[in-house]
């Protein structure tokens, strides 16, 4: 084999220009010996590949099925061309699957697809800095002192370092807020002033829910349907990858060097007990003292217990890691939305939305007739009240609104887009459609309010009407979309769900029901005590009117508790008050809590 390349090297050196060397065994030199002649070599076929083998003898038909090594020509390395598999003329490929010993070639399968989330999932960021990690304590301590005795202002409290983890960890990432992130985050924040004022449970859950949405959107900067949708998910995703972020975190900054950790700590737990120490020998000192400490500082022993305490600073440590994660690196929910749908033709796009658009005008005509010629058009025709046909009819009346904006989303995405006249014909088709549901709106919003004037407010009656009205303005914005672009239309409706979300919520909806029910008992209709004792503290102000004993029958179920500043809403604050000036007295009640008030009792 050294002969070979020597040879090579030789005629490199000499310029031979008398073409490649015949094939054959190259020929010794002065005083060597001649090479031995060397056996024929036998055919070289793979276990399982005969076939193929002679088809290949078949189809080179000037060439011998095996090769002798006598008319082989040395390679660059002085390898014979024909040598056999076993031999090193050929360097290995490393990605090459092992061939198994039965001779069989095997094909690697294709790999498995990605993750979805691969595709959208920002780089993992650096391990977070030192202002991440101390708003995440501050969140995490927050959290076990103030969470454990109810939600009023503590959730703004809380949702300050969290907000300022999320911005620290943006900064440190490279990200800047854009306008529209703040604007969210504004949002939010205004939502949380829900729970600050009303002391009702439904809209405040409601207000917290729509106030963490807008978090979510600010941290992420979603544009389109995806991302507004799927924005929420982010921060419960980054739950486990926070976790991790932020041990890594304090890790580096515990182990030494310009900013560690360490020194912050120790001093944070010096002054815990400097305070704790120095504070009891003062209150002990003096009752005025103890009990403004006492007003101001959680007590941990009391209500909820350790145990639970220490749960809900975990929870907040691990929601502060996450909002920080995601502020970080967000999760592009953009990028999984569905592409443009396929256009269809005209005819088969539009004639069902044009015979649809006919049964919408004539319920619309009907439905003009009735309400407006009044109670006995309804007798006559249907032999129900009108309160009954007004309650028969909203709920189909509502599920009819929502499935007409499903049927608009998939027209817009299945629409012809070929040219203005196709623009012309889903705008005059889309626009009929969305005009007559705002008319079908106003009718079940006015079969409600009917309905309503007969039998007075209920949380269930107020929250639909509410909702329809919504749906209604969503309506509104898919017209404007159809005038001027649809674009800015998934923020535009999130944004309207927020505005009527804190509408809903600061309007007190148990005072709105409460006082609604008193004018109606004033008006000569029967008054539903039991169901005004079930309200919440906001209905106090309201309840006070009446006389004695349905004043103290009404305000006695209602709980007002004796909570801290920071857990009290201004509701419950008012609440406290007046039951405080006017007490509520010890009366037999039992026959008016079960029974419909007439309106002779007052």
Partial sequence: MSDGVEGNDERRRTGDAAGPEPQGVPEPRPGEPEPAAQPEPAPLVKAGTAGRTEARAGAKTDEPATGEADDAAPDASGTPADAPPDSTDTPEDPEAPDEPGDGLRYERLPDAPPPILDGVRARPPAPPGLATLVAAAVTALLSGLLLGDGLAVNALILALPLAAGAWFAARRAGRRPRRSSLCWGAGGLALLAVPVWSDAEWPTLLAVLAAAGLGALALHGCRKWSGVLLAPLGPVLAVRRALVWGWRGARERTAGGEKDLGPLLRSVLV???????????????????????????????????????????????AAALAVAHTAAAPTRWDGLGPGPGRPRGRVEWALPLVLLDLLFAAFVAVQAAVLLRGEDVVRASN???????????????????????????????????????????????????????????????????????????????????????????????????????????????????????????????DKLIAESNLDAHRDGRTLDLRYLAGLSADAVPALDRLDEPLRSCALRSIAVPDAPWYATSLSQARAHDILTARPVRNHPCRDLLTDDISPSVR
């Avoid at 989303?409 to 887009?417: E, G, K, Q």
């Avoid at 039998?455 to 639909?464: A, C, I, K, P, Q």
């Fill in 383 to 509: 032999g129900l009240t009108y309160s009954e046909y007004a309650r028969e009819g909203f709920w189909q009346l509502l599920f009819a609104t929502v499935l007409t904006l499903a049927v608009i989303s998939v027209a817009v995405r299945v629409a012809p887009r070929s040219g203005p006249r196709d623009l012309l014909l889903v705008r005059a088709v889309l626009g009929t459609l969305c005009l007559l549901t705002l008319v079908v709106v106003a009718s079940a919003v006015r079969r409600m309010d009917l309905y309503m004037g007969e039998y007075g407010l209920t949380r269930l009656r107020l929250s639909v009407v509410a909702m329809e009205l919504w749906l209604g303005a969503v309506v509104l914005l898919i017209l404007a979309a159809g005038v001027f672009g649809a674009r800015l239309l998934p923020r535009a409706v999130l944004a309207s769900a927020a505005v009527a979300v804190l509408a809903f919520g600061l309007a007190s909806p």
């Fill in 271 to 317: 002054a815990v007990v400097l305070l704790v120490v120095f504070g009891g020998l003062f209150a002990a000192a003096d009752r005025a003292f103890a009990d403004l400490l006492g007003s101001l500082v959680p007590d941990v022993d009391g209500g909820s217990g350790v145990p639970w305490r220490l749960f809900l600073a975990v929870l907040g440590l």
